[in-house]
């Protein structure tokens, strides 16, 4: 099978929409760009990806996503800098996390290339489309679904990997109220928690719309065992500071490995952050909260950034966080927002020029 994408083949939108953006009131995945990358699998290989206008796919109803689920995706961010130069965080990572959710999810694994090719060939095309305002940027959103056909409970023959960009404000407006969840799980060993799938989000949506009616934004998810120990959120991982100590779960089979957590940890022990990687218990972080021990709690993500947390809800009670000055997450958010922007050093040699 050949890998080169030196012919990747673009076709042009007639008319941009762009005049009918609003680039100072971008919501979160809402609008897109003028093209999209489409690249199918058939015949037992994936043929070259090509570049067309942003357009609805068309799909047999009996294609195997609509029955069975099989569908992954990424989550990645693309960076204007003041010169106007674009910048990608860790790509490399999502094409792995990929290709890990495909193997999971019995999809065939996109190659390197493809992924590379294809999203920069797609983000040089609709470059203008990216926002230069604080606290937005591209959202790109690779995924692969089933679009072969037939009703066999068996893996489907032929897949569509699709890259859509979405220019994006930020996803959370303001602080996070989170319910440590007691009676749904996310996800158990041995399943497909550490994957991209779409399934695991269309799980959360129903106990995640229990927790909005009792006034919270996201569910915290606690071991589908006993609900003893803290996992993560909905579309982040993780952080709690007790005393001066930073503290994340261990990722696991359950657990998403996200690209903002190890960067994390990576920045705050640079920065002489005590940190432990451990299983935590949510009495600890109760007890924490009841002795005035509990400095923060965040999440991280691509989307969300580093998202404070105002109040945790545990069991009917409502636990809010102190304001902390100079706070890990205020520290480690400028930190990595530093680096993707091109505004500050980049010692780990994350970012990569588009
Ligand atoms: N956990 C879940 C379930 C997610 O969907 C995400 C978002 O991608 C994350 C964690 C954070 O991962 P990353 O930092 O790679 O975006
Ligand atoms: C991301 O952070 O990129 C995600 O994938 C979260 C998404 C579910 C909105």
Same mark, same amino acid.
């Given at each position: ?264 940890? $990576? ?72 680096? $993707? ?14």
């Amino acid at each position: 099978m050949s890998t080169t994408t030196e012919n990747i083949h673009i076709e042009r939108i007639e008319h941009s929409k762009i005049d009918q953006v609003d680039f100072k009131n971008l919501a979160f995945g809402s609008v897109f760009t003028d093209h999209m990358l489409v690249c199918d699998y058939k015949n037992g290989a994936w043929e070259t990806p090509k570049i067309i206008p942003y357009q609805p796919i068309s799909l047999e109803p009996s294609a195997k996503i609509f029955h069975y689920g099989q569908s992954i995706f990424e989550g990645m961010k693309a960076y204007k800098d003041k010169d106007d130069e674009v910048w990608l965080f860790r790509p490399l990572d999502n094409h792995k996390r990929l290709n890990i959710s495909a193997k999971r999810m019995a999809i065939p694994e996109l190659p390197e290339e493809y992924f590379m090719e294809g999203l920069k060939a797609l983000l040089d095309l609709d470059r203008e489309w990216i926002p230069k305002k604080e606290g937005s940027s591209m959202y790109i959103r690779p995924f692969i679904f089933a679009s072969g056909k037939g009703f066999h409970a068996s893996p489907a023959d032929e897949y569509k990997f699709v890259i859509c960009l979405a220019p994006s404000g930020s996803y959370f407006s303001g602080k996070v109220k989170v319910l440590i969840e007691e009676k749904y799980s996310r996800s158990a060993d041995g399943g497909v928690g550490f994957a991209k799938a779409g399934g695991n989000y269309a799980g959360q949506f129903y106990p995640t719309q229990l927790a909005v009616e009792k006034g919270y934004n996201q569910v915290i998810w606690t071991d589908d065992h006993n609900h003893e120990y803290i996992e993560e959120a909905g579309a982040m991982n993780i952080f709690i500071r007790i005393d001066d100590t930073l503290l994340t779960g261990p990722t696991s089979d359950r657990i998403l490995d996200g690209i903002t957590r190890k960067s994390i940890l $990576q920045i705050a022990e640079e920065e002489g952050i005590p940190t432990e990687v451990r299983k935590i218990t949510v009495q600890e972080v109760v007890e924490a909260a009841k002795k005035g021990t509990l400095k923060e709690m965040f999440g991280a993500g691509t989307a969300a950034v580093v998202s404070p947390i105002s109040t945790f809800g545990y069991r009917g009670i409502d636990y809010d966080l102190p304001e902390v000055e100079t706070s890990y997450a205020s520290r480690l958010k400028k930190r990595i927002t530093d680096i $993707q922007f091109n505004r500050g050093n980049d010692p780990f040699g994350w970012r990569l020029k588009v």
